[in-house]
């Protein structure tokens, strides 16, 4: 079928910078973690979060829900609360009563914090100069993904360049502290900015805890992710061929979908057989246009100018490609896996997609904490995706649990473009 039926095809009701899942169901790194406080503070911000949803969520009806009542009830546990974290949760449950993705809060002690704040600063721009005065969005950190799993916290993704990488986190690694206290995403690394730390992990059950040394940074989220494409780029040898891997952590900028192009025109995987495009975890936020490259009827364009430096236009990938996909796919990832597989441009290999696809937009509350609210319902190719995901072609089961680096769905992925046909 030509791609361009594709194209007109997928209806994305996306708002300009909205293109974000909802609730990230990745990490310890996102739950609400922060210092205990002194003094109880009002119920102001838990009100203004509730008007919040109340005016711009996407369903007028509110799902059907009385807003008042729902807010009374987790208003007295937000009072209750005498922590940040206690705080946050009282707002996160009022927001899951509503099952719908792209609802969260999230204060200043988690990654998704800065993450989400950057990915939406176009719309926060008056705002943020409160909360950061110079102008950039940072945090200390070291470069990971964390999933929860049975009260454990264990590493999901390692970003590949940065401190945990460096340090040797291998996914699966059960994290148990950081210098002999117990291991917070953010807090953890407070004041440590170029200091070398103990992070203590478990790499197997009930195993003996292992001390790496890691070198914190003051990480920008959108360069981590951008820099972590190119640092993770890498050929595979396997059945005398060579397969390209790439991961894309987020998918909130076209900067992203650049790196992915200078990385298959010029880069490390121009001379690939193959390819594998993880999008696993992470952010969201991608333009189904981005499943242009895939179309082999499109022509490449290439722009030398007059020193003769040549830069990419528009690149096509014309050789076997294949998808990994799990349940942290999410947001506009899911419309990529949806049309990647209609389409049939290569097998989809790992587990069903997170079923999170609505848009979504990010407030800065006055207490400088971070809310997003689904405020736009999405369909593809006139099919709602929200709650339901998208199935790979070949299903594989990956338990993060000890896994200490393995990653059968990957494994997968070359044993398929392995057999495939050279083209």
Aim: net charge neutral; proline share 4%; aromatic share 8%.
């Amino acid at each position: 079928m030509q791609f361009s039926t594709l194209r007109s095809g997928i209806a994305l009701r996306l708002a300009a910078g909205l293109a974000l899942v909802g609730v990230l169901i990745l990490s310890a790194s996102f739950a609400p973690n922060a210092h205990a406080e002194a003094t109880k503070p009002s119920a102001a911000v838990f009100d203004e979060a509730w008007r919040l949803v109340r005016d711009n969520f996407y369903d007028r009806t509110l799902k059907g829900l009385d807003w008042d009542k729902v807010g009374e009830a987790h208003r007295r546990d937000y009072l209750a609360a005498s922590t940040d974290k206690e705080r946050s949760a009282a707002i996160n449950a009022m927001l899951k009563e509503l099952g719908a993705s792209h609802m969260m809060h999230a204060t200043k002690a988690n990654p998704a914090y800065y993450q989400l704040t950057d990915i939406f600063s176009w719309g926060l721009r008056n705002d943020l100069p409160r909360y950061f005065p110079d102008g950039k969005i940072s945090y200390p950190g070291i470069g990971i993904f964390t999933r929860d799993v049975d009260g454990k916290t264990f590493v999901s993704g390692v970003l590949a360049g940065l401190p945990g990488d460096k340090g040797g986190l291998k996914v699966g690694d059960e994290l148990i502290s950081v210098d002999g206290t117990p291991f917070e995403p953010v807090d953890s690394f407070r004041d440590k900015i170029g200091a070398s730390v103990l992070v203590s992990v478990r790499r197997e059950s009930q195993g003996p805890e292992v001390s790496l040394s890691v070198m914190p940074e003051q990480l920008a989220p959108g360069k981590a992710f951008e820099a972590s494409i190119r640092d993770g780029a890498r050929i595979i040898e396997a059945g005398g061929r060579r397969i390209g891997y790439i991961r894309i952590w987020s998918y909130a900028s076209q900067r992203y979908q650049g790196a992915l192009e200078a990385e298959l025109a010029t880069g490390k995987l121009k001379d690939a057989d193959a390819l594998i495009w993880d999008l696993r975890d992470g952010w969201g936020g991608a333009q189904a246009e981005y499943l242009d490259i895939f179309n082999p009827r499109g022509p490449d364009m290439q722009l030398t100018d007059r020193d003769g430096s040549a830069s990419v236009a528009a690149f096509k990938w014309r050789k076997p490609v294949a998808l990994l996909i799990n349940g942290g796919t999410r947001s506009g990832k899911e419309v990529l896996t949806y049309g990647f597989k209609k389409y049939g441009f290569g097998e989809v290999v790992g587990e069903r997609t997170a079923g999170a696809l609505l848009a979504g937009r990010g407030f800065l509350l006055s207490d400088g904490s971070f809310l997003m609210v689904a405020v736009n319902d999405v369909s593809v190719d006139g099919e709602r995706l929200e709650g339901k995901g998208v199935e790979p072609s070949i299903e594989v089961p990956f338990d993060l649990r000890y896994a200490a680096g393995r990653d059968p769905q990957l494994d997968k992925a070359v044993e398929i473009l392995v057999a495939a046909p050279r083209g």
